[in-house]
């Protein structure tokens, strides 16, 4: 395979789980600003931009921070890079390229997802945000299972290896979502708001069946952190996006004849975290260890591009 045509895919695979993650970004700051008579208001719309490290460029706009601007800038702003309408432009145009590596099913949800936002400009209301956002994801959930009836070739392994890069970076991001919430005037950390938040954080992931299965005594920030970050039976946790990108790196490696830098970075840090303890993380900081996190999967990011030649 040429390395463009991996490099196509890698990001196809990126841009795709981007797309997801801002869309269910959006919707868990719609939700968790409903969540009380009190709710978080601007702060909850201005965590959503410091999560999607778009805060400085939406301070460029000149625009308030309201639910409608914040909203429509990371859906549809042709200035963030990391909208929903770039992200799905970005795939598109790379899905066109290498057609032939694709199968017609991972194609369609590509292009239906584009032509659900095409032409648009505003979410509209709150409902019409909702509205939007679930067809989106739903496309997004058409592609994801599109990949796994692939076969599992060249083409297969680089489309998920970008999107388990990119939802380690986003889960980790997703997690500070509510680092970044501060709670209402006169509401209590472990208070009622401040659970809702929490369970709206699993809501978004759709683990709040999974988190009753793996946690008997109720919810907590305690237990939420440790099923998203360490509980490798989840999907979309930490430990097991880890865990798959070591063994991506591994069938890429067989196939293509590059290992390197790259699967040295990705062992480490699985052993590193299957090494770590819910104790630890909170000791430290949760924030700083997240933060530290997203810097390591980057850096990880940058010795793929390199072991398998993508510039």
Not at 41 to 46: F, I, M, P, Q
Not at 49 to 57: I, N, T
Not at 90 to 117: C, F, Q
Not at 189 to 205: C, H, K, N
Request: hydrophobic share 40%; net charge neutral.
């Amino acid at each position: 395979m040429l390395a463009r045509t991996a490099s196509q895919l890698y990001w196809i695979g990126r841009y795709m789980e981007r797309a997801e993650f801002t869309a269910r970004l959006i919707e868990a700051t719609v939700r968790l600003d409903a969540l009380s008579a009190r709710p978080a208001g601007e702060g909850a719309w201005s965590s959503a931009l410091a999560v999607a490290a778009a805060s400085h460029d939406f301070g460029q706009t000149g625009e308030t921070i309201t639910p409608n601007n914040v909203a429509n800038y990371l859906t549809f702003s042709e200035d963030n890079p990391s909208s929903i309408r770039n992200c799905l432009y970005n795939a598109r145009m790379n899905a066109r390229a290498v057609r032939t590596a694709l199968t017609r099913e991972g194609w369609e949800s590509i292009n239906r997802a584009w032509l659900n936002i095409d032409g648009r400009s505003a979410v509209g209301s709150a409902q019409g945000t909702i509205n939007l956002i679930e067809a989106l994801i739903a496309e997004n959930r058409g592609f994801e299972g599109a990949l796994h009836r692939m076969l599992r070739r060249e083409s297969y392994f680089f489309l998920m290896l970008g999107e388990n890069i990119e939802r380690t970076d986003n889960t980790a991001r997703l997690i500070d979502v509510k680092y970044h919430i501060i709670l209402p005037e006169g509401e209590e950390v472990g208070g009622l708001v401040d659970r809702d938040q929490w369970g709206t954080i699993l809501q978004t992931v759709s683990a709040n069946t999974a988190f009753r299965w793996l946690y008997r005594d109720g919810l907590s920030p305690r237990n939420v952190v440790e099923m998203l970050i360490l509980r490798r039976e989840l999907p979309r946790s930490i430990a097991a996006t880890v865990d798959d990108t070591v063994e991506l790196l591994g069938e890429l490696g067989k196939l293509t004849g590059y290992q390197g830098e790259a699967d040295r970075m990705a062992r480490l840090r699985q052993r590193r975290i299957a090494a770590t303890t819910i104790r630890d993380i909170i000791g430290g900081g949760l924030h700083e260890y997240l933060q530290a996190l997203i810097e390591e999967n980057r850096l990880l990011s940058q010795a793929i591009t390199k072991q398998f030649r993508f510039d």
